[in-house]
């Protein structure tokens, strides 16, 4: 079994910064890509930022020059580090990873649960 537990969702305000962070635990051999997904009320789920393992990385068009995904490999971790957060970032944020499992050496998808950020106006 593998978990992703995200955190460091909160209220701000515009303007303002937020680090979240998701570990991933379990039976892993190897994590692969990573990434945040953000859904907001009545929308669909869309992708925000991956990193490949090796750093390679890829952002939506709306958060270029604000949000920074990066990872730590020994940790089994992801981060996204959000600056200049508007109104329209609200939304659950989702952390999303390929693992390799011990036990059969396939990578599947796995999902968070979600860690709320809300940006006052």
């Known amino acids: 079994q593998v978990q992703l537990v995200e955190s460091g969702g909160d209220l701000v305000q515009a303007g303002g910064s937020l680090r979240l962070s998701c570990a991933a635990s379990?039976?892993?051999?190897?994590?692969?890509?990573m990434g945040w997904y953000r859904q907001a009320p009545g929308k669909q789920r869309e992708l925000v930022a991956g990193i490949t393992q090796y750093g390679s990385t890829n952002y939506a068009d709306s958060v270029k020059g604000r949000f920074t995904i990066s990872r730590d490999n020994a940790k089994n971790t992801v981060y996204l580090q959000m600056s200049s957060l508007k109104p329209e970032d609200t939304a659950v944020y989702l952390c999303t990873a390929g693992v390799v499992d011990i036990g059969d050496r396939r990578e599947l998808p796995y999902w968070g649960q979600g860690t709320q950020v809300t940006v006052s106006s």
């Open positions: 379990g039976s892993i051999f190897r994590v692969n890509a």
